[in-house]
């Protein structure tokens, strides 16, 4: 991935295989890469679990960089589905792009997810064609710019407005 030496990426996922197999695609495509195997050592990574939220008044890691979360649906614990709405919730990480993976093409769990502010959903095995995708969002978020386009029909009227490419009107 070109210009993305700097980029780093949480990546979030029981399974050790699969863990190993997006860390290797991620740093093929030159990211850092940070994986961990549950929801809530993401949390604690981040800084945003309960233990460090109630001893401390700031949310998260001030200096903590990350520019794309990538996790797994169905993990112990806590699911992809809930730590993507703790993410948003937080003030500090709630702009960076989360991306969720699953083994499982259940519609119903990909919109919920994308409605919650999940920026894509990735159907397992994880490939390199997809992790290549994922450059967009990864570096609309180290530019911290939000790409808005708008699409007009041949008559003039607005058919609608996309927000990174996501149809919003």
């Not at 960089?65 to 806590?78: E, Q």
């Not at 809930?82 to 003030?91: F, G, N, Y």
């Amino acid at each position: 991935m070109e210009g993305s030496k700097d980029v780093h990426v949480l990546a979030v996922d029981d399974s050790f295989v699969d863990r190993k197999v997006i860390e290797r695609l991620l740093k093929i495509s030159s990211c850092k890469v940070t994986a961990v195997d549950s929801g809530t050592r993401a949390l604690q990574f981040l800084g945003l679990d309960e233990q460090r939220r109630t001893s401390d008044s700031d949310e998260g890691f001030v200096g903590l960089k990350v520019d794309l979360i990538i996790t797994d649906y169905c993990m112990p614990g806590m699911t992809g589905y809930e730590l993507l709405k703790k993410i948003k919730e937080s003030s500090t990480f709630r702009e960076i792009p989360v991306v969720i993976m699953s083994s499982e093409n259940i519609l119903p769990r990909i919109d919920r997810c994308l409605e919650e502010g999940a920026e894509d959903f990735i159907v397992k095995p994880v490939k390199l064609s997809d992790v290549k995708r994922l450059k967009g969002y990864m570096n609309n978020n180290r530019d911290g710019k939000v790409g808005i386009s708008q699409d007009y029909s041949g008559d003039g009227d607005k058919s609608d407005v996309r927000i990174n490419k996501r149809k919003m009107a």
